[in-house]
Structure formats: structure tokens, C-alpha cells
């Protein structure tokens, strides 16, 4: 394959950790207010032609990808868990009920991460390692979750972006994979560091609202400044621009989840070419990919 102009795959030997989180369009935490979890059941599903084809465009890269899977979703669509594991990617948690760690108890918390875990497995036949909570909702306040986390047997998390966010965000975290407790690593979202402030890379609204060459920029920089893997991240809800509108919330949130949704398959097309991609156990793990 001809490389584009600008590609910085030939001459960067970095690879870094693609990740989808897997949750319908209705399931996203800026909703919450405005569909509860009992008319999850009555909602057109769409999760299953977006999975196929975020796969497809992976088969094309010829990349992996880890899929942090809502334990709903994993009961729902056992199949669609197979076949992702069957092309060779890694299956990880979501967590169960979608509920952000920093809004539940550590019990409960800790009741919700164990059931996704042992659902997935029990769908899938292979063992979960990681972790990510529901909107990168693990901060300064609540990090008794990652007591939880190792309690409930994983052995990675990715739940922090260390940037100033109105819904998450943790800005004085550590910026790469680091150790949280014995045994338990956590990978944060990728961030670019200018001035001493990090702002985002690693995916979400942003991927779809700034020019693709901004992200490109900032992958490219972390691999060479930093030396580091980014981790990324985006939804199977993102590649679907016919996906039923919810009209309760507000202009500032309809925004950030409708905004450009066309344009993110040939986006990822072109983030898959111009950089190595690899599922995140095997990146940070070193188990076998
Ligand atoms: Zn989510």
C-alpha cells in the first residue's frame, strides 16, 4: 500500500493501544438523565452492524483492538462477543450497568464490575484482564475503585484522562501506563503536553470535531517526544450517522455526540494507516496477542 503524505508509520516504530468501548448509542452517560436503564430493553439496538463494521475496517489495517464490552450488552449479543474474539481481539469490561464508578458505593460498584467480568467470560470462553469505567469517571475522589478493581481480579484499567473535562478528568495524573497497586496497572488516555497543560489526544468528541491532522499531530508527538504508546479510544455508536436522535438533552451535549458522525469511518480508515495498532494485553500485559 502507498503511504499518504505525512504518514509516520515507515520511520515510527511506536505501537500504540486502539480500544472501542462497546454501548449503544442510548447507553451513553450524557443521556443518562433522559432514558433510564428500564427502556434500555425498548430502544433499537444498533450495536451489532456498527461492531461489524469497526471490524471489517480492522481486518482491512490488519490491526487488533481491545473491546471494553458493557456486561448488558455481552448477555445480549453473545454471538457478536464470539466473533470478536474469534478475529483475534482482546475482550475487556465496561463494567455492567453503565453506571459511573464515582455515583455508586464501593459495594455496589464493585457487585456491578465482578458481574460484567464473569458475564463476558462466561459468553465468550476467554479470560477478561481489563478494565474501564463508565466515562473515565475514576478521579482524585473515588480511587478506592482500583482497590475494587484488583478485588475483582483484573489486572489492567483504563479509566482516567488526565485533562480538565466538565465530566471527568483527572489534569495531575500520570500521563502514561503506571502501576496503581500491586498487580493492578492503569493506562490513561492518551494527552499531548503544551505548556504544562495535557489536552486531549486519545479520542472521544474531540476525534470527530478537530481536523484529523491535529490528531495526527498529537499521536505522532507522544510516540516521538514521549517514546510512549497513545491509547485510544472511540464507541461503535460514533461510525453510525443514521442512529435514532434522542431529543431530551441539551444543544451543548446533542453537539458533542451527533457532531460529525459521518466522517468518522474514513477518519479511523486513515488513524488505522497511519499508525500501529495493537489490543492493549499484549501491549501493556505482554500477554501473547
Ligand atoms: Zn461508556
Redesign the pocket.
Known amino acids: 500500500m502507498n503511504s499518504p503524505p505525512g504518514n509516520s508509520f515507515p520511520t515510527n516504530p511506536v505501537v500504540n493501544a486502539l480500544t472501542i468501548?462497546v454501548?449503544d448509542y442510548f447507553q451513553?452517560?450524557a443521556f443518562a438523565p433522559h432514558i433510564s436503564h428500564d427502556e434500555w430493553d425498548t430502544m433499537e439496538c444498533r450495536v451489532e452492524q456498527n461492531i461489524e463494521r469497526i471490524l471489517s475496517l480492522l481486518g482491512d489495517a490488519g490491526a487488533t483492538a481491545t473491546f471494553f464490552t458493557l456486561g448488558w450488552i455481552a448477555q445480549r449479543y453473545p454471538e457478536m462477543l464470539k466473533r470478536i474474539a474469534s478475529d483475534g481481539h482482546e475482550l475487556a469490561s465496561?463494567g455492567f450497568s453503565?453506571r459511573r464508578a464515582s455515583e455508586q458505593s464501593p459495594e455496589q460498584f464493585l457487585a456491578d464490575i465482578r458481574l460484567a467480568k464473569a458475564v463476558i467470560e462466561d459468553v465468550s470462553g476467554h479470560h477478561v484482564l481489563g478494565y474501564r469505567a463508565?466515562?473515565f469517571s475514576i478521579g482524585a475522589s473515588n480511587t478506592w475503585a482500583f482497590d475494587a478493581i484488583a478485588e475483582a481480579g483484573y489486572h489492567y484499567s483504563s479509566s482516567i484522562y488526565p485533562i480538565r473535562h466538565d465530566h471527568y478528568g483527572m489534569p495531575d495524573a500520570p500521563r502514561f501506563a503506571h502501576e496503581v497497586l500491586p498487580g493492578l496497572i492503569e493506562v490513561p488516555i492518551a494527552t499531548v503536553r503544551i505548556l504544562r497543560v495535557n489536552l486531549p489526544a486519545g479520542g472521544g468528541g474531540y476525534f470527530r470535531l478537530l481536523p484529523y491532522a491535529l490528531s495526527r499531530w498529537a499521536i505522532a508527538r507522544i510516540n516521538r517526544n514521549d517514546n510512549r504508546p497513545a491509547m485510544f479510544y472511540f464507541h461503535p455508536w460514533e461510525l453510525d450517522p443514521d442512529q435514532p436522535r434522542v431529543y431530551g438533552p441539551g444543544p451543548k451535549t446533542r453537539f458533542r455526540h451527533y457532531v460529525n458522525l459521518r466522517r468518522m469511518a474514513p477518519r479511523l480508515t486513515r488513524l488505522f494507516r497511519d499508525f500501529r495498532w495493537q489490543r492493549a494485553d499484549s501491549l501493556f500485559l505482554g500477554t501473547p496477542a
Do not use: C, F, R
Open positions: 468501548d454501548e451513553v452517560s465496561h453503565h463508565p466515562s
